[in-house]
């Protein structure tokens, strides 16, 4: 058992008893193939959230910043995160964001970038339609509804893979894909709040 896994046990063992966890449309999780799952972004849990409520292993990109806090910086690269510099493109990040979608795994975003202050869905950010258009990858939406309260039910969706064919083939802009995806979240939410 590797460290990702079991830190993935800890804490859902410890974030499930307080959140209630409602976990929606996991069939519609592709079994196998790159996924990129995106996500809105409420609260600074939601990241080990759908990490520990997805049915395969997620990798994140992570701010910078958090690999280099003493202990934290050595532990991040094993719970399956890579560093990102934010406020601006970063080649390496989304070379290293491609592989992992072109090696068949589970890339989790928050396509707003950073937590909602609102609550409300906010914009999205390129990013995730850079990925969506540059690689095979299967994108799921997800939607978590709170809000995060103690003892009170916390939902985490997950959407259908979002067909991707027209877009990819009239070559669509990587904001107007972006623009397509937060739809989709966007409809979760309404859906099931």
Same mark, same amino acid.
């Given at each position: 058992? *590797? ?34 799952? /995106?996500?809105?972004? #409420? !609260? ?18 992570? &701010? ?7 202990? $934290?910086? @050595? #532990? ?13 493109? !970063? ?9 992992? $979608? &072109?090696?068949? *795994? ?35 939406? /997800? ?9 009170? @039910? ?7 893979? #979002? !067909?991707?064919?027209?877009? %990819?083939? %009239? ?14 979240? %966007?409809?979760?939410?309404? !859906?099931?709040?």
């Amino acid at each position: 058992m *590797n460290l990702y896994s079991i830190a993935k046990a800890v804490v859902y063992g410890v974030l499930k008893p307080i959140y209630r966890f409602e976990v929606i449309g996991k069939e519609n999780f592709p079994a196998e193939g790159g996924v990129l799952l /995106c996500s809105n972004h #409420i !609260d600074n849990l939601d990241p080990p959230v759908v990490g520990i409520n997805a049915p395969r292993p997620v990798y994140f990109m992570a &701010k910078e910043e958090l690999f280099s806090v003493p202990v $934290l910086g @050595k #532990i991040v690269p094993h719970l399956n995160a890579f560093p990102v510099k934010r406020g601006m493109s !970063d080649r390496e990040a989304l070379r290293k964001g491609l592989g992992i $979608l &072109k090696e068949g *795994n589970v890339l989790g975003l928050f396509p707003e970038g950073t937590r909602s202050k609102t609550g409300q869905l906010g914009k999205g950010l390129a990013g995730a339609g850079f990925f969506a258009l540059r690689s095979e990858a299967h994108i799921v939406p /997800c939607a978590i509804i709170g809000p995060y309260k103690a003892f009170s @039910k916390l939902k985490v969706v997950y959407g259908k893979p #979002i !067909d991707m064919k027209e877009l %990819r083939e %009239r070559k669509a802009s990587a904001e107007e894909t972006t623009e397509f995806i937060m739809s989709e979240i %966007r409809k979760l939410i309404e !859906d099931y709040s």
